[in-house]
């Protein structure tokens, strides 16, 4: 079965950067678009930056916009989110996400548009 799996989060204290990745598991996946989402303790999961299956486009939410830069190596079949100047109201955990259905710019924030769902992984940042 089709899998992604997300991996690099940590505790950091504010200032600090992370790159978060994602591995899928089948090469079909290099077609697919892309999105990360995050869901904050107590709160309802959130769109966070979405890459074409091409990566020349990619969309970001106003809150990591300028800090966050979404990337995709599709040879390693594996996305990227590289997080700078973290904030501690950017603790969550992260998810990665999946679709081969073509997105327009609005569904792409969309959590209902993404079949496939990594397991997260939990990024603290500390003030």
């Known amino acids: 079965q089709a899998q992604l799996v997300e991996s690099g989060g940590g505790s950091v204290q504010a200032g600090d950067s992370l790159r978060l990745s994602c591995a899928a598991s089948e090469r079909i996946f290099r077609t697919y678009n892309m999105g990360w989402f995050r869901q904050p303790p107590g709160k309802e999961r959130e769109f966070v930056a979405a890459?074409?299956?091409?990566?020349?486009?990619?969309y970001y939410a106003n809150s990591v916009k300028g800090r966050f830069t979404v990337s995709r190596a599709n040879t390693k079949d594996t996305a990227y989110l590289q997080m700078n100047g973290l904030k501690p109201e950017d603790t969550a955990v992260y998810y990665c996400?999946?679709?081969?259905?073509?997105?327009?710019?609005?569904?792409?924030?969309?959590?209902?548009?993404?079949?496939?769902w990594g397991r997260g992984t939990q990024v603290t940042v500390s003030p």
């Open positions: 890459l074409s299956w091409s990566g020349g486009s990619t």
């Open positions: 996400a999946a679709t081969p259905d073509p997105l327009t710019s609005d569904q792409r924030m969309g959590v209902a548009r993404y079949n496939f």
